[in-house]
């Protein structure tokens, strides 16, 4: 059997998300994209104000993701008998975030995003399709930010980044103590690999403390992870 491999080899991710500084509003849910709320001074300067005001916005998005590596052939599998990953979406408003513009067309950012894998076995003859678990990539995205201003209330803007990756394993509790044993087999993640983010999008601005975000992001990672069978690897 083989007991270590890579999984999560490309991951695509696409966020859409809405901003009102007067605080938590409710939004219609796009299958295909995704709503949040943020908090942004876009309003000219004043004599005397703070430097910060203006260049700050923080807010929280949902996303919605797909796995560009998501089936392998049987003599190709992932890891032991896993030949499928399925997306485990959390559509919870918690992918928090925050960019900060020093100069009208270049900033920084740092959000947080979490995407998870589903591990799926169903080339098995008589065998119902199983699932051993669910890996988790997550951790915070650090972004260099470039904007196109222009005299409209669309503004294309494009970030890089790299993601400082965690990862874990939420193993299914049949799977995990198969054969009747307790703790019979497990997961380890020995290394997480990757992380690099680039992504492309468009800030509308609705109204002066009030904008739209939509961003399309693709991020690489790879798990280099370990089986470990009754206590030995």
Known sequence: MNRNGRLL??????????????????????PDGSFGWIYREALPEEPGQSWWKNRVEVGTRITTYTLSDASRPVDNRYLGSINKLKDDQDLLPIKIFANIWPLEWL???ISYEKIGAKTWTDYKEDVTPYSDGTFEVYGPILSLLAALPNDTRFTPFAEVG??????SFDADPDWANAHGIQGYQSFDVTDEKGGFVWGLGCSIQLTPRCEADVIYRQMN?????DHILQGRV
């Open 107 to 109: 900033g920084a950012g």
């Open 221 to 225: 990672a790879s798990l280099i992870v």
């Open 162 to 167: 790299q993601m400082l990756m965690f990862a």
């Open 9 to 30: 080899t490309g991951v695509m991710t696409s966020v859409l998300a809405f901003g009102l500084s007067a605080g938590w509003v409710t939004a219609q849910v796009d």
